[in-house]
Structures are given as structure tokens and as C-alpha cells.
């Protein structure tokens, strides 16, 4: 019996038109195989080899997603941070990925990320782009677009003393002295500018 990494299929013996299908993937998206309407299997994209070269290297940091994120989310995401960065969807993520963006989640599977990134900078984000079809909303997001001003997650009371003396600083700066309520940005501000 062989080895069950031995086996493959040469793509010349497929139709062309799954081929071309196939070829479409993009890391991490799969194409379900199905026969009288039940999956017998599953066909995933992959990384080129250029790519698995590119995301080792020292020059480019490598971002995994951890939340659903449709391919031209990531590609935008991914424009964004310019040539530094390579953002890929976790799934199709090497294990020694740079940064892991996460959605708040439970502080459990926080540890589980941890623990299969060890090397990963684990960054919790709120995001919400209305274009692009994301919506990761949390607690700080709501308690923000509910009217506070700052959130300052300050480890002491003399880190909180420093994080509060330069936003009360940067508020005034901003507003002028004046007391003017700061909202964080939404997609929905953007779009009526």
C-alpha cells in the first residue's frame, strides 16, 4: 500500500475548464467536491514557492488573519501596509507568522493562539468597513461609539498616569482647549465626506 503523501494527480489528465477553476484559488479558499449533492472531498489554493520564500524572509513581516476576511479585504489590507507586508488568512498561514490580527475573543483562545504562534505579536482588533464587507465590532468599539473618549489599557497606575497626561494633551490639541466629544471613525463618516 503506498504512502498516502505519495499520491497526486497530474493536472494535464483534468479538464481544462476545472483546471482553470483550480487555478483561481487563492490560499486558503477551497472548492468543495461533490457527488449527489454530499462533499467526498475538498480542493484547497496553496502558497507558490516564491511565496513560501517570500513569507521566510527577514524584510517582509508576515500578518495572519484569524477572522473571516473576504480575499480582496486581505489584498486591501495587505496594499495598505505596502511591500513590508505579506497578509495572509490563517489557514493558509505558515506557523511562523509575525503578527496574528484577531477579533475579541475569549481570553482562552487567546492562549490557544499563543500557543500555536509562539513567535506571532497577537493584536486584537475592532474593525468594521462597510465596503470591503468586514464588520468585527467589540466591547471598546461600542463603549467609544457610545461617547467616550479614550480607552487606556494601562498595566499600572503610573502607566495610566503617563497614557493620561498625553491623551488629555493630544485631546486638547485636537479640539483647541474646547470640549468636544471624539468619535472613532467609521466607514459610515467616510462615506458622507
Known amino acids: 500500500m503506498s504512502d ?3 499520491r497526486w494527480v497530474d493536472a494535464t489528465q483534468l479538464p481544462e475548464e476545472l483546471v482553470a477553476l483550480i487555478d483561481t484559488l487563492r490560499p486558503g479558499e477551497e472548492l468543495p467536491i461533490t457527488r449527489n449533492g454530499e462533499t467526498i472531498g475538498t ?3 496553496s502558497f507558490p514557492e516564491e511565496r513560501f520564500a517570500t513569507a521566510d524572509s527577514d524584510d517582509v513581516t508576515v500578518v495572519a488573519t484569524a477572522m473571516k476576511l473576504s480575499a480582496s479585504a486581505r489584498d486591501s489590507l495587505s496594499e495598505r501596509l505596502g511591500p513590508g507586508y505579506l497578509v495572509l488568512d490563517l489557514h493558509s498561514a505558515p506557523p511562523t507568522v509575525d503578527v496574528l490580527l484577531v477579533p475579541p475573543v475569549s481570553p482562552q483562545l487567546i492562549a490557544n ?6 513567535k506571532a505579536r497577537v493584536v486584537i482588533t475592532e474593525i468594521e468597513d462597510a465596503e470591503l464587507g468586514v464588520k468585527y465590532e467589540g466591547p471598546i468599539r461600542r463603549l467609544l461609539d457610545a461617547g467616550a473618549e479614550a480607552y487606556l489599557p494601562s498595566s499600572t497606575i503610573p502607566r495610566l498616569a503617563e497614557q493620561l497626561d498625553r491623551t488629555m494633551t493630544q485631546l486638547r490639541q485636537l479640539t483647541d ?3 468636544i ?7 459610515r463618516d ?3 465626506e
Open 4 to 6: 498516502q503523501s505519495e
Open 43 to 45: 480542493i484547497s489554493g
Open 113 to 118: 493562539f499563543r500557543a500555536l504562534y509562539p
Open 177 to 179: 482647549g474646547a470640549s
Open 181 to 187: 466629544p471624539l468619535t472613532i471613525e467609521s466607514p
Open 190 to 192: 467616510r462615506a458622507l
